[in-house]
């Protein structure tokens, strides 16, 4: 007899509920959406119908792997985990945690574990050399807030449902699903905004099937929105439009960022930004007579020159429209694991640059250092090099500029330890390979998306399927890595959860604002449900967030329990205004002008200026992929090659490009051959290629993805490009050449 069991599918940040199908043979035969799912409401798209093709994938490695004689080999947990303990402790003993590196890639934001024990890994590590995906990607909008807010965690999002005028800067959530934004059923609620009479702007050098569904789409040159925000804030000032509304009174900077606007006129910008003046002017009063209005910047934002200053003027237009923080404008999700809202108080504000990398002088932001510098970390002799790295769900080879040079480090290294299901372009460089359960025996719960929510929300999957003989939870694997991190390999991992319970819980009865304040830790930590230590800490930390029963205080407040009771999640609601509170800023104001974005501005005003001609290389997602990972699904790879560079017909027709043909593009970081397709998708001047793809190394165990392996874009961007305020690589409006090599490929 076949069943069905709930899950929340893990493959992007829509977190749709699935219904899975599970065969009498104990397998995820089938995948649907479900209808009843509180956010999703039956929402399904084809990554997630093939959930079971996913999960079950034949080579998703079984076992650790561990290297004797240098070739990797198949061992046991405990020969793994004490492989670890050897390659790391005298790495260590001899040259301190400086000499250890932690990468941490995106799935970490989509596995239950990945958001519990990374932090304790790093604590215990106490390395200043922390590498992760963010700066690959969203960082700038963490630095943004950071400065802004006092809270490089606070994130606004864009109030979908409720909004009337939504601009979009370089997203595609009909393909990506939405990020930053959680909304499952992207298209529908896009359908609805236009159904009650909404406007939907789209700017992307593409044209994205969502620049299709929108009213407008503006095909700006890539690299240059910092300036269209900032006439689009020009116009504002200038046409006395600012009209903040009720967060007016915690903004403070106001006058400093009209004096930095008056620079930037529609007219100004326009040759740079290759827009119409007129069409610019006619968006700012648009945006700000829409009764409520909100703008939304994603990759195409972020992972550019001037990532940080872009990611602040999208929140500055908010807040100047009145936007910022009211419904239907850009609000700040509050979830069930956050920290319970406070009363305001000024905060200890953000600092950034607190440690510089070592070689390159890179500043820290938020404890990370840019993941574009890793390889030279590794590669450079001296006090300090990294000598040991541990991936968590990463693949930086193929994600971050020049992976060949970071192929080339990762094996010099003395000891790298992988956690993945796979053996990849990355993880074929470890000593030891511990591969996590596949999503069908995990848990899940989503802590991070939660916070980027358009709707207060809980929910949380129990595995579909039991744990398969010889496995390990994701959560046991890392709890056991911490432990060798500290030299305690052989302890019971559950000793890591009682740590992490036991600390966050005398936090709370010392805290004078908890519910729990003064009670005893002991007792309270007795009360708490689960059947692991996993489970025990979500259990903890519902009951204590900001919906949560507090051990009682509130009996009909969440608690694990009443979570498991509601399979189809619970929903708790539109988003609420939280300002002031959130605030964590010196002023205790929304401080509108920071400094170091000053700063920026001189830097971009100098770009008006000077303008290269020439080929500018963007990205691109597709429906049926998911960053590095997901090539090796017969079901998501099917049908034409999906690795091309797409050209414009006019520029193909100067080159001599034809459709199909063999391409040599040639970047500051390197070149590549390639497929050319011809598509007017893409505005004249700009070519695409997507990431993710390159699966030619040797040692890797991908056979569907080695089968067509496509070209490694990143080989073609300069790892030395950096938004400076964030550390984040510059992976869109890069240069690039063209030349043929043959008329096909
Ligand atoms: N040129 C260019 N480069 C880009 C981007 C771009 O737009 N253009 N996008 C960037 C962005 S936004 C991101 S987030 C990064 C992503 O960068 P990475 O996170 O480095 O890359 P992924 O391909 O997501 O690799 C994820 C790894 O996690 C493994 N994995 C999958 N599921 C699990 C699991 O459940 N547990 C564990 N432990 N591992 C798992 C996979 O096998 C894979 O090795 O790439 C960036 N690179
Ligand atoms: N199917 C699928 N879904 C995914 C992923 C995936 O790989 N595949 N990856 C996941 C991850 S890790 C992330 S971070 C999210 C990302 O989610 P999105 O940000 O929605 O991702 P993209 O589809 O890359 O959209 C970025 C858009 O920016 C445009 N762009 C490039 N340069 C510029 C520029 O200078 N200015 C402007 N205005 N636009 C520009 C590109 O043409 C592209 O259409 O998607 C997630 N979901
Ligand atoms: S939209 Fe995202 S979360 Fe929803 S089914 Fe597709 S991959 Fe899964
Ligand atoms: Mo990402």
Redesign the pocket.
């Known amino acids: 007899m076949s069943r069905t069991a709930l899950r929340i599918c893990p493959l992007?940040?829509a977190t749709c509920g699935l219904t899975l199908t599970i065969g009498e043979e104990g397998r995820v035969t089938g995948a649907r959406g479900d209808g009843d799912d509180v956010f999703s409401r039956g929402f399904i798209c084809p990554?997630g119908a093939s959930f079971g093709q996913v999960d079950a994938d034949p080579d998703r490695l079984r076992q650790p792997w561990v290297r004797r004689g240098g070739r990797l080999e198949p061992a046991s947990w405990d020969e793994a985990f004490a492989a670890v303990e050897a390659g790391l402790a005298p790495l260590l003993a001899e040259h301190g945690p400086r000499a250890t590196a932690v990468f941490l890639g995106?799935p970490n934001v989509h596995t239950m574990a990945g958001g519990l024990y990374p932090p304790l890994l790093l604590g215990a590590l106490r390395t200043p050399n922390l590498f992760t995906a963010s700066t690959l990607?969203?960082m700038p909008k963490h630095v943004s807030s950071g400065l802004l807010y006092g809270d490089a965690n606070a994130v606004p999002v864009p109030d979908l449902d409720r909004t009337d005028h939504l601009l979009i800067?370089?997203?595609?959530?009909l393909?990506?699903?939405?990020?930053l934004c959680t909304a499952p059923d992207f298209p529908g609620r896009l359908r609805a905004l236009r159904r009650r009479g909404g406007r939907l702007t789209v700017?992307?050098?593409?044209r994205?099937r969502t620049a299709e569904a929108a009213d407008r789409h503006l095909a700006?040159r890539?690299?240059t929105?910092a300036l269209l925000l900032f006439a689009l804030v020009q116009v504002v000032f200038a046409e006395d439009l600012v009209a903040p509304g009720a967060v007016g009174e915690h903004l403070t900077g106001v006058d400093e960022v009209r004096r930095l606007a008056a620079d930037f006129p529609p007219e100004a910008v326009a040759g740079a930004c290759d827009l119409p003046a007129e069409e610019i002017r006619t968006l700012a009063h648009e945006l700000a007579a829409a009764p409520r209005a909100v703008v939304y910047g994603?990759?195409?934002?972020t992972t550019?020159e001037f990532g940080t200053l872009t990611s602040w003027l999208v929140d500055v237009l908010n807040a100047l429209t009145g936007n910022l923080d009211r419904p239907g404008g850009a609000m700040f999700p509050l979830s069930a694991t956050a920290r319970a809202p406070r009363p305001p108080r000024p905060g200890k504000g953000f600092a950034l640059g607190r440690w510089r990398s070592r070689v390159g002088g890179h500043p820290e932001a938020k404890g990370e250092l840019p993941a574009a510098a890793l390889a030279e970390e590794i590669e450079t002799p001296g006090e300090g090099r990294v000598r040991a790295l541990i991936v968590i769900a990463g693949n930086p080879v193929l994600s971050a500029p020049d992976g060949d040079r970071l192929d080339r480090a990762l094996a010099g290294l003395d000891f790298m330890v992988s956690v993945d299901p796979y053996l990849n372009e990355t993880s074929r460089h470890a000593h030891v390979l511990l591969p996590p359960p596949p999503p069908g025996q995990s848990p899940h719960f989503d802590f991070a998306f939660n916070a980027f929510a358009v709707r207060n929300q809980v929910r949380y999957s129990r595995p579909a399927l039991p744990l398969e003989a010889g496995r390990l939870s994701e959560a046991e694997i890392l709890a056991r890595l911490v432990l060798c991190v500290s030299g305690r390999g052989g302890a019971d991992p559950a000793a890591v959860d009682a740590m992490a319970i036991d600390a966050a819980l005398g936090k709370a009865v010392a805290d004078p604002q908890s519910p729990v304040h003064g009670r005893d830790r002991g007792e309270l930590a007795a009360h708490l449900t689960g059947v692991d230590g996993a489970e025990r800490r979500l259990d903890l930390m519902l009951r204590l967030g900001p919906y949560g029963d507090g051990f009682g205080a509130d009996p009909e407040g969440l608690t694990l329990a009443k979570v498991l009771a509601h399979p189809h999640g619970i929903d708790l609601g539109p988003l609420r205004p939280r300002l002031p509170g959130l605030l964590k800023t010196r002023s205790g104001t929304v401080e509108l002008c920071p400094e170091p974005l000053a700063a920026e501005t001189e830097r971009l005003r100098r770009t008006l200026e000077s303008r290269a001609d020439g080929l500018l290389l963007?990205?691109?997602?597709?429906?049926r992929?998911?960053?590095s990972w997901m090539h090796n699904i017969p079901a998501l790879v099917g049908g034409s090659n999906r690795c091309t560079l797409q050209v414009h017909p006019k520029d193909a027709a100067r080159l001599g490009v034809a459709d199909g043909a063999l391409v040599r593009v040639k970047g500051d970081g390197g070149e590549l051959e390639v497929e050319a397709e011809v598509t007017d998708a893409v505005r004249t001047g700009v070519v695409?290629l997507p990431h993710?793809w390159g699966h030619d190394r040797p040692g890797t165990r991908m056979s569907v993805a080695a089968a067509h392996p496509g070209v490694n874009v990143n080989q073609l961007i300069d790892g030395s490009r950096l938004d400076p305020l964030s550390g984040t690589a510059v992976l869109?409006?890069c240069p690039v050449q063209l030349t043929v090599v043959a008329p096909s490929a």
């Open positions: 992007c940040e990554k995106n990607d969203q800067i370089g997203a595609n959530p393909d990506s699903g939405g990020s700017v992307d050098p593409r994205t700006i890539p690299g929105d994603r990759i195409g934002s550019v963007v990205g691109r997602r597709h429906l992929s998911n960053n695409s993710g869109n409006g």
